[in-house]
């Protein structure tokens, strides 16, 4: 078999197309949605994901309010910050850009972003909400996955499904996106024994480790649908945690990196600021 490659570039500018439709509906009666983004220090790789969601922003008709602090920013300056944006009535978005720098405590600056500005889905009491099934917003990248699965019309109804990676962001909200969908969850981590066992028996692999092609195309059951969120640099290509190549001779249809599941996280962002919008001002 040899898969179908699914597109995330070419979806998450289908999404872009029908948001930049409801923006401009939204902002006839409205104001344009409002995204505020806080970038504290000068990582290149957090530069360049900002740099990439204002240019989403922009040509969707999202207002950004961009704040670009010194690495030295203080926990409190932070705070006073993200309670201004907090009380701003132009911002329906809040993202503050992680990793935060080593003298500021993340959790402390995000937890005074309201939950109903918490478009990044990282709040616990969004979590919270995904998991008991009420309507908030949810992560991105989890997000975006599921819509990718959908474009590749695969069966989730009590499909075996296997996450690979646990994390906050990424990981756990899969697992439970999935669950609500009906699939057979498994979640794999570092201390999982058999990770090869696991994913020969999976109708839908998502890895997300941050591991170069760690997941051997051998492993994959054939006709699995599989998601690869990992993004590596080895030497100056990017690469996934799948094996590309070899799985996508027994899948039937994958996610390439680049151009896989990156493009759909800043899709979904975009999504949450506008659902946001929505939500805060009433209907579209
Ligand atoms: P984390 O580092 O927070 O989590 C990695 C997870 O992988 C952990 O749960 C860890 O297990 C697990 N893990 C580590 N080694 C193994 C192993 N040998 N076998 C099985 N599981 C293992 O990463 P994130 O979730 O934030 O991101 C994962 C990847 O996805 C990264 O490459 C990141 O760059 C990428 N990413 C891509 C995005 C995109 O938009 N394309 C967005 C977000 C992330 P344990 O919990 O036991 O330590």
Redesign the pocket.
């Known amino acids: 078999m040899s898969a179908r490659i699914i597109d995330g570039k070419a979806l998450a500018k289908k999404v872009r197309r029908e948001l930049k439709a409801r923006v401009e509906t939204f902002a006839e009666t409205h104001r344009p949605p409002g995204l505020a983004v806080v970038l504290v220090g000068d990582d290149p790789a957090s530069a360049v994901y900002v740099r990439n969601k204002t240019r989403g922003c922009r040509r969707a008709g999202i207002e950004h309010f961009d704040h670009i602090l010194p690495a030295d920013t203080s926990q409190q300056a932070l705070i006073e910050l993200v309670d201004r944006l907090a009380a701003d009535q132009r911002v329906d978005g809040i993202l503050v850009q992680l990793p935060l720098p080593a003298h500021v405590d993340a959790r402390a600056v995000l937890a005074r972003i309201p939950a109903d500005k918490d478009v990044d889905g990282f709040l616990p009491e969004n979590i919270g909400r995904l998991v008991v099934g009420e309507p908030g917003f949810v992560a991105c990248?989890p997000a975006g996955v599921m819509r990718l699965l959908d474009e590749a019309e695969t069966p989730l109804e009590g499909a075996e499904a296997l996450v690979?990676?646990?994390?906050n962001?990424?990981?756990k909200p899969m697992g439970q996106l999935l669950l609500a969908r009906n699939c057979t969850v498994t979640m794999?981590?570092?201390?999982?024994r058999d990770?090869a066992a696991h994913v020969a028996r999976a109708d839908v692999v998502v890895a997300?480790?941050?591991?170069a092609e760690?997941v051997r195309g051998e492993w994959v059951k054939s006709g699995a649908t599989v998601i690869d969120?990992?993004?590596?640099r080895v030497g100056d290509k990017l690469v996934g945690?799948v094996e590309f190549a070899a799985a996508a001779e027994r899948a039937r249809a994958i996610t390439p990196v680049p151009g896989g599941?990156?493009p759909m996280?800043i899709a979904m962002l975009l999504s949450n600021t506008v659902d946001s919008a929505v939500r805060r001002l009433g209907i579209s």
């Not at 690979?164 to 994390?167: A, D, Q």
């Not at 997300?208 to 591991?211: D, I």
Request: aromatic share 0%; with cysteine; proline share 0%.
């Open positions: 990248t690979i990676g646990r994390s962001i990424v990981g794999c981590h570092s201390r999982t990770l997300a480790v941050g591991r760690m969120v990992g993004t590596n945690d599941v990156g996280t």
